[in-house]
């Protein structure tokens, strides 16, 4: 499956983006479609992830409380809506897909889409 994030842009401390993940083709079983970040100088860290059959959503304690991961069935695409942004959100978001146990590990996944970029001015 190729991916396609879009959805970043420029946004004042406080704001609200919705990000894009869209699947060319289907996934498939209970795969995880997963987003991370990374920002520059630093590793890339896993976001929020969910489980496309099952919908069990993951948010890394970053964002817990201020981002809602969901899934479109008849577009194919997973949606990442963050709120009440940061400087610290600042970074550029990958989102990826796998059938890995652990969504928080790159190595979970298999598919990534190119980024997106998500800049937060204070």
């Known amino acids: 499956v190729q991916l396609q994030a879009s959805g970043g842009g420029l946004v004042q401390a406080g704001g609200s983006l919705r990000l894009s993940c869209a699947a060319s083709?289907?996934?498939?079983?209970?795969?995880?479609v997963g987003w991370f970040r990374q920002s520059l100088g630093n590793e890339r860290e896993s976001v929020a992830a969910?489980?496309?059959?099952?919908?069990?959503?993951f948010y890394a304690d970053s964002v817990k409380g201020r981002s809602t991961i969901s899934v479109d069935n008849a577009k194919n695409t997973v949606y990442l809506q963050m709120f009440n942004l940061k400087p610290e959100d600042t970074a550029v978001y990958h989102c990826a897909a796998g059938s890995g146990d652990t969504v928080v590990y790159r190595e979970s996944y298999t598919s990534w889409g190119r980024g997106t970029q998500v800049t937060v001015s204070s």
């Open positions: 083709g289907r996934f498939v079983g209970d795969q995880v």
């Open positions: 969910i489980r496309w059959m099952s919908r069990s959503p």
